[in-house]
């Protein structure tokens, strides 16, 4: 199963779409929590920031999308 869900086109695509929605509401979240001061921008380093909120929404989105379509592929078979 693990195969054939990893081979399926529609789940990069999902794992990508929502990897970025992720990191779209992590960085409001956390900004908001500063008090949307540009000093939550400057900082930080930049190159850690954008290479944190990749890997945690890839991450985030490979394991939600990984849960739907096993979840999807297991009421196929039944």
Partial sequence: MIKRILSDSKFWKSVVSL????????????WGVNGFQMSFWEDRDPVQLV????????IYGFFVTYGKFWAKYKREQQ
Avoid: P, Q, Y
């Avoid at 290479?51 to 890839?58: D, K, N, P, Q, T």
């Fill in 51 to 58: 290479a944190v909120c990749v890997a945690s929404g890839l």
């Fill in 19 to 30: 990897g970025t929605a992720f990191i779209v509401v992590f960085v409001l979240l956390f």
